[in-house]
């Protein structure tokens, strides 16, 4: 019997894991679909409400997955699923023709943009997002080349693999993009450098300029960055980063990309993340929490920079739908009226702050980092030599959803978990999820 068994209210797991029903739908999954998604915990999914999720043996769980940072309304909102009900019985396609739905959700979304984000554009997904935010760059420019970071993670599509710096999407492809330059971004927790945050940021700017010098052919486009490392571990970097490296774009002259795929929709405690450092990116790559779960995405962008673009140059087949248009407009009420940007600021503060009483009494828990409502939890087998700990965290997320946890993982090294709950997590159901972190992590260090 575990703690959280004692003490539960929201999650109960009574059967091992996988659970008989799962296990059965695991291996029928395997013969049919292509085993080459990444390692999770052994839960078929069933249903979900706000942040509990049900089994398919009636387990039931708290979610500090969100999907991957998708629902952060929550599981099955109402309102979302009236919208989308509402929506499915008039029309669920159309291409390219406006419809009422199409035009209201794009006054939505712009209307929550920075005032200088004055046009959006509706697709499917993150990465075609990205793709579309690459092609525009070079498209204005008339020139090539862009810059991306290592650790960037855009996607999988070919476009999004070739700017991303971590191997995992590029790994047995052949050569990457041409005309696509990385340099460092800044990870405080293994800087390379002495002199703080300031000499991090100094360090990641001059290779920078080093990388360019090195490697363009004089034919700069512009630059994509995440405004937190995602994929490589929630890596966030130091204040004023982001202002520095907006502002060496715009004295090369060119345009200034920021993925938001991941770091919108209220997850960093804004709306978006740019708005920590009142950043004005040209062009804005938006996913994920868009949609919470119905597929859509959106580029936004300055006008006078999308405007380059003419008359059947962006188009995606299903791409501003009926269906994913209500649910943009009734995922930005959702937000408005539940005031969860504000919410996750609230929460990630009081996750936070037992979080790092549990670094205390843990040996292997080595840093606690993030904003608002995403947070990354590295493993490392010596706090001292900071060696990375993947096996450990495979096992975390096992141990955690015995105990009724469900984590993932995310890193370089694969050593990082992702704190990252639908924004709606109350305190009673914070603490029980802290309590299971810390049971789960203390018991494995035995
Ligand atoms: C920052 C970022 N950009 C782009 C993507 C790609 O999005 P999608 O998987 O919807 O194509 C992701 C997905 O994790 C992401 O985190």
Redesign the pocket.
């Known amino acids: 019997m575990t703690v959280a068994d004692k003490t539960a209210k929201f999650t109960s797991v009574k059967t091992s894991l996988p659970g008989p029903r799962s296990r059965q739908l695991i291996e029928r999954w395997h013969k049919a679909e292509a085993d080459t998604t990444g390692f999770q915990a052994p839960v078929v999914w069933d249903s979900g409400k706000g942040v509990i999720v049900t089994d398919v043996d009636g387990n039931r769980y708290i979610d500090w997955t969100s999907g991957?940072?998708v629902t952060n309304i929550g599981h099955s909102h109402p309102k979302l699923i009236a919208a989308v009900q509402h929506a499915v019985t008039k029309l669920i396609n159309n291409y390219e023709c406006p419809t009422e739905a199409r035009v209201l959700a794009a006054e939505s979304l712009v209307a929550h943009l920075p005032d200088h984000l004055d046009k959006c554009f509706f697709l499917t997904?993150?990465?075609?997002?990205?793709e579309s935010c690459l092609r525009i760059m070079k498209r204005k420019t008339s020139r090539f080349e862009t810059i991306g970071f290592y650790g960037g993670?855009?996607?999988?599509?070919s476009g999004?693999a070739g700017i991303g710096g971590l191997t995992g999407p590029k790994r047995g492809y052949g050569p990457t993009t041409p005309g696509a330059i990385r340099a460092p971004y800044p990870y405080p927790y293994r800087s390379p450098v002495g002199g703080g945050e300031q000499g991090l940021i100094d360090y990641c700017m001059s290779m920078l300029e080093e990388s360019v010098r090195a490697n363009s052919a004089g034919s700069l486009a512009g630059l994509m960055v995440?405004p937190y490392l995602?994929?490589a571990g929630f890596i966030f970097p130091p204040d004023g980063y982001l202002t520095t490296l907006q502002q060496w774009a715009r004295d090369k002259g060119i345009l200034f990309t920021l993925?938001e795929?991941?770091?919108s929709y209220g997850r960093t405690g804004k709306l978006w993340a740019m708005q920590w450092e009142n950043l004005t990116p040209d062009l804005v790559?938006i996913?994920?929490g868009i949609g919470n779960g119905i597929p859509t995405?959106a580029v936004a962008a300055r006008g006078d920079v999308i405007d380059c673009l003419g008359k059947g140059d962006m188009s995606s087949t299903v791409g501003g739908n009926p269906v994913s248009s209500a649910a943009v407009c009734a995922i930005l009420e959702v937000m408005d009226e539940e005031n969860l940007a504000d919410r996750a600021l609230v929460m990630g503060k009081l996750i936070k702050a037992r979080l790092l009483q549990i670094q205390e009494k843990s040996r292997y828990l080595g840093d606690v980092r993030g904003r608002g409502l995403v947070m990354g939890l590295e493993l490392v087998k010596d706090k001292k030599t900071k060696e990375p700990a993947a096996n450990l965290t495979k096992q975390l997320i096992v141990r955690c959803a015995e105990n009724g946890l469900l984590i993932g993982s995310v890193g370089i090294f694969g050593n990082v978990i992702r704190v990252a709950p639908p924004l709606c997590i109350s305190e009673a159901e914070a603490h029980e999820s802290l309590d299971i972190m810390e049971q789960s992590l203390l018991s494995l260090e035995k």
């Open positions: 991957v940072l997904t993150g990465s075609e997002a990205v993670f855009h996607g999988r599509t999004a995440e995602g994929a993925d795929v991941q770091s790559c996913g994920k995405a």
